[in-house]
């Protein structure tokens, strides 16, 4: 089989890499003509993120599981832009509340504006979402609603934290599955069903992009500890220094590994580790930690589960693309 790429390094038949890049691209002009307003500043605040680019994997993914059934399907291409809207939403509130400063490379809405319009930009987007989300059908409607319940419920579940005889590692995943696989599922569940692919290839595609959603989050988690900066475009450890504790840091806190320095980062990972010299000795025995090992285990685990139930769809060049993805989340950490 000849192969050419699509985004993420993916190596594709020509074909459907050639479908889709075209209709990626119409996706883009879509996406641009979404989020106009007929108010200036709306209308630049609303581009702001559009503009600055992003990887658009929720919309790869719709396109991706469309040729499972026609590709073509009037609702296809529409659907790829109201995941992308939503997750373009979820952006500007997260900044709000992460107080964020820089978003791909360039000021966060809120730094350069406000809180305020921040905020209202992103409502807006949900709100252009559900026009577009409007012509496709209550199924449509109804996937969106459930998947946005979902969205806030993690970002609750996330600011609040587990409750004290909550199992936080449990809470933790949940968390991932909520705030950043539902939308992942969402997009292949659209995919296929507004292309038409039998019901359940429609089920399959979703449960196996839940899993590579999760797989996606777990391998960020760990190229946050392990990657340099020139690798993974972030500061390394981040998550630490903003004391957001990821899977690794759960598997030190619940007791994997015995060595004479797990007692000294666990003490560490209860700390604030905005100081450089505490951060840099917590990053540097992190890295170190059998839990990196650990944490890389249920990486591969999660994208095997997933690449299991996309085996059983038929032998086409899509399946490929989708198996392709599951090889890349794992090889993506090393």
């Given at each position: 089989m000849s192969s050419s790429a699509v985004p993420f390094g993916l190596a594709v038949d020509d074909g459907l890499a050639a479908d889709v890049q075209e209709r990626l691209a119409a996706v883009e002009s879509l996406l641009l003509e979404s989020v106009h307003s007929e108010d200036p500043l709306l209308t630049q605040a609303s581009k702001h993120l559009v503009e600055a680019g992003g990887k658009r994997f929720r919309p790869m993914l719709v396109l991706l599981a469309s040729h499972f059934g026609d590709p073509a399907a009037a609702g296809v291409v529409p659907a790829a832009v109201v995941v992308e809207l939503t997750h373009l939403a979820t952006l500007?509130?997260?900044d709000v509340m992460d107080e964020a400063t820089v978003r791909r490379g360039s000021p966060s809405a809120n730094a350069r504006w406000t809180n305020t319009v921040a905020i209202l930009t992103g409502d807006y987007l949900f709100a252009r979402a559900s026009d577009l989300l409007a012509d496709l059908g209550p199924e449509a409607v109804r996937i969106q609603a459930r998947a946005f319940a979902r969205l806030v419920r993690g970002q609750i579940?996330?600011?609040v934290g587990p409750t004290p005889d909550a199992d936080p590692l449990k809470h933790y995943l949940q968390v991932v599955a909520d705030k950043t696989a539902s939308l992942?599922?969402?997009?292949?569940?659209?995919?296929a069903l507004l292309g038409g692919a039998p019901s359940h290839v429609v089920d399959t595609i979703t449960s196996a992009c839940e899993k590579i959603g999760v797989a996606f989050q777990l391998s960020?988690?760990?190229l946050d500890i392990a990657s340099d900066a020139e690798q993974s475009g972030k500061t390394p450890g981040t998550d630490l220094r903003e004391g957001i504790r990821t899977l690794p840091m759960h598997l030190v806190l619940a007791g994997a590994g015995s060595g004479p320095d797990d007692a000294r980062l666990r003490e560490l990972l209860t700390q604030d580790l905005t100081d450089d010299t505490l951060h840099a000795e917590a990053l540097a025995l992190l890295r170190a930690h059998p839990a990196m090992d650990r944490a890389r285990t249920d990486l591969?685990?999660?994208?095997?589960d997933?690449?299991?139930?996309?085996e059983t769809l038929p032998d086409i060049p899509v399946r490929a693309a989708f198996t392709g993805l599951c090889d890349y989340v794992v090889s993506r950490t090393g």
């Open positions: 500007y509130h997260d579940q996330e600011t992942i599922a969402v997009s292949g569940q659209f995919g960020d988690d760990i591969r685990r999660w994208a095997e997933a690449r299991a139930e996309l």
